[in-house]
């Protein structure tokens, strides 16, 4: 005989808020589909690991989905597809939609700019008969991680012509790579009483590049010497180009699975390409012309404020909205307010050995899905963007409507630390805008770690905003 169930029971399943996994709710053929989707992913995030080198990835992708570059000077009609390439470090991917501009567009904003050591203007010298270059850190890394890991070079020289030299070492079979060195434990007596935020300091961060001199004669800096000359036999530069150089040190490792359940992905870089990559994709994946009009903004600069011509903080993004809106004759703060916007961004993930940081009531867990944040910011909610609850309302409705796995969480515990997105930009220009992403564990680490689920289901969050 079937037991009834209790009152409580059925009241509970009424009015409690039901947080459940992926893998509880999905069907088999989503979680195939969560696993595939996260192989193309793997594959872009091993091959883009600089914002230069991921603009250009989606650019090649978004000409093989049939866009177009955007021309400010065309017309365009609904179902055409364009992009634009801001200064080879942000991408805007477009399609018009077939609904009136002043009715807002759709638009999902995620950054390509990840947590990196760039080189100084001057970086190479020699010391004791070992070369080096001095990095200067972009973003918020904890030092001490980058020490001992096997290091990539990417980059351009922009010769004084102008012409661009490309640069990408350590990533390919028979590559050589760069350590940045750290103390024997035999030795670290003195740097095992540093606070771990001193563990290794910014100006230890020097990489070391080589070791053999030119030639035994008696001239000084001779490794120095052999390194420019190689350096100058493969890409044609002298130390002087190193002055119109962006080049980035990152981890050479590619991205892989982790677990014996293959349910994660390691990886350098996840934050915010494992937002930008779904974006994207969301886009590409949409069935035939939608009614607003969709944009995917990969931006840069995201980890350092956004601050810069190529950051959100900067007119491109509203420029080239100007531009949509001045095309259809309709002022541009009407397409503005009434734009929504998914600022897709990381949060952290809940992390049981580090458990005294977070509010479990208000944390977002692995595999429970794309986890919405409300507000970023630091103690009293201080820089941030706090989404309007009638928004709220809306995207719950749309994200419930299309089946997204999703979960709603703050990052850490208030007064713990804090953090900002891209959110206060877009919400600073009239538009509708809240957080929403992958939870990460070890963020901003050099490799990063997130659960397939997630990933898949922010790509359907992302399906779900352009739908509506
Ligand atoms: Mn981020
Ligand atoms: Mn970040």
């Known amino acids: 005989m079937k037991e009834e169930k209790t009152e409580a029971a ?58 177009v570059p955007f021309d400010p000077a065309a017309q365009y009609s609904a179902g055409d597809k364009v992009y634009l390439l801001q200064r080879n470090k942000a991408v805007i991917l477009c399609v018009i939609g077939s609904a009136d501009l002043c009715e807002g567009t759709r638009i999902v904003a995620s950054h390509i700019d990840a947590p990196r050591l760039d080189l100084k203007p001057t970086p190479l010298y020699e010391q004791d008969e070992l070369a080096y270059f001095k ?200 397409v503005l307010h009434n734009s929504r916007c998914l600022s897709a961004d990381v949060n952290a993930g809940f992390d049981p050995t580090f458990p005294q940081v977070h509010d479990k009531h208000n944390a977002a867990f692995l595999n429970h899905g794309a986890v919405i944040t409300k507000y970023t910011g630091a103690r009293g909610k201080s820089g941030t963007s706090d989404a309007n609850a009638e928004f709220l309302s809306q995207i719950r409705a749309a994200f419930d409507a299309e089946g997204v796995c999703w979960q709603i969480g703050e990052m850490g515990k208030v007064d713990e630390g804090g953090g900002g997105t891209v959110a206060m930009f877009l919400a600073n220009m009239d538009i509708e805008v809240v957080d929403l992403g992958v939870p990460v564990l070890s963020m901003h680490a050099p490799f990063e770690l997130v659960a397939k689920a997630d990933v898949y289901s922010t790509f359907k969050a992302c399906l779900a905003l352009y739908h509506n």
């Open 10 to 67: 059925r009241l509970k399943e009424q009015l409690f808020r039901k947080n459940e996994p992926f893998q509880k709710t999905c069907t088999a053929e989503e979680d195939a589909a969560a696993d595939a989707f996260c192989e193309g992913y793997k594959r872009f995030i091993t091959e883009a690991k600089t914002e230069r080198e991921c603009a250009a990835w989606i650019k090649a992708a978004a000409e093989s989905h049939g866009f």
């Open 135 to 334: 990095t200067h850190y972009y973003g918020g890394i904890r030092k001490y991680q980058w020490a001992a890991i096997p290091l990539s070079l990417h980059g351009v020289f922009v010769k004084k012509d102008g012409a661009t030299v490309t640069v990408r070492i350590g990533e390919d079979a028979g590559d050589p790579q760069y350590v940045i060195t750290d103390l024997l434990p035999h030795l670290a007596k003195e740097q095992s009483q540093r606070t771990l935020a001193d563990g290794i300091k910014g100006e230890e961060l020097n990489l070391l590049i080589g070791s053999r001199p030119f030639k035994a004669d008696d001239e000084s800096e001779l490794v120095k010497l052999n390194i420019l000359k190689l350096l100058n036999e493969k890409y044609g530069v002298t130390e002087d180009d190193f002055l119109s150089a962006e080049l980035e040190i990152v981890p050479a490792f590619p991205a892989v699975d982790i677990g014996f359940d293959r349910s994660m992905i390691g990886a350098y870089g996840h934050d915010d390409r494992v937002c930008a990559y779904p974006a994207m994709e969301a886009l590409f994946a949409l069935d035939g012309t939608p009614t607003h009009t969709c944009l995917a903004v990969l931006t840069d600069k995201e980890e350092i404020g956004s601050m810069g011509n190529t950051g959100l903080e900067s007119a491109y993004l509203r420029d080239f909205i100007a531009d949509l809106a001045a095309m259809q004759g309709v002022p541009l703060r009407r």
